[in-house]
């Protein structure tokens, strides 16, 4: 059964450094998702993106983060300068769309921002 | 905007059947989705409902929406050691580009006990 991989698993980073996560949604899936989940807290919507651009993207999603799909495959959410509050879960889920909207979600990346 | 809410811990003993219950405030909610989360690992989708129904049964997991009072429910029967883990309900909300997002309440934590 197809699935969303994530890479990494788990990703530790000093603070003010870039980091990227990548994800590979499901191959005939047309939309794209980053969600985060801090530690005992909700899983938050960041953005979705279809068609190349972004659909929407959240309040928590500012300059500092940005998406791209630089390739057939792959789906990548970059922040340019981590800070502390950044430590969380970061969850990609993809849709297939045509008015098929389930998201399946990876198994997410573990960010710890020290 | 959007809330989800849950109740954040319910025990149950093996055997038994499991209710967990999800209230929401947008009523413009498409579908409403049920995800299992075990330690560690990401979001499994379990089951969803569109908005315009009120029931859905999948084997072991019956979902009643109620949508006048804008309240979901999760029922596993015969609940096992291995439903152990925390159950999300989320809404999905059309996203202004297309596609849609997922606003998730804070988690129920499900502990089944022999």
């Not at chain 2, 055997?15 to 299992?36: F, P, Q």
């Not at chain 2, 330690?39 to 009643?64: C, E, H, W």
Request: glycine share 8%; charged share 25%; with cysteine.
């Amino acid at each position: 059964e197809p699935e969303v991989t994530q890479t990494p698993s788990h990703q530790v980073t000093q603070m003010g450094q870039e980091v990227i996560l990548r994800c590979v949604p499901i191959s005939n899936h047309l939309y794209f998702y980053w969600y985060r989940q801090i530690l005992g807290q909700k899983v938050e919507f960041l953005v979705s993106f279809y068609n190349n651009e972004i659909s929407e993207k959240s309040e928590i999603f500012d300059d500092q983060f940005s998406v791209e799909r630089p390739d057939g495959s792959n789906f990548t959410l970059k922040i340019r300068s981590t800070k502390l509050e950044d430590s969380a879960m970061y969850f990609c889920a993809s849709s297939e769309g045509r008015a098929r909207e389930t998201q399946y979600f990876g198994p997410g990346t573990r960010l710890l921002v020290l | 905007g959007e809330d989800v809410e849950q109740s954040l811990f319910l025990s149950v003993r093996e055997g038994d059947s499991s209710v967990i219950n999800c209230t929401y405030t947008d009523s413009s909610s498409t579908y409403l989705y049920w995800y299992k989360q075990e330690p560690g690992a990401g979001l499994q989708l379990l089951t969803y409902i569109f908005s315009n129904m009120d029931m859905k049964q999948d084997q072991r997991l019956t979902v009643l929406l109620n949508k006048k009072d804008k309240h979901l429910s999760l029922r596993i029967a015969d609940t096992q050691t291995g439903d152990s883990a925390i159950y999300f309900c989320a809404e999905s909300m059309k996203s202004r580009g297309g596609g849609n997002k997922l606003t998730f309440g804070t988690g129920t934590q499900l502990k089944v006990e022999l």
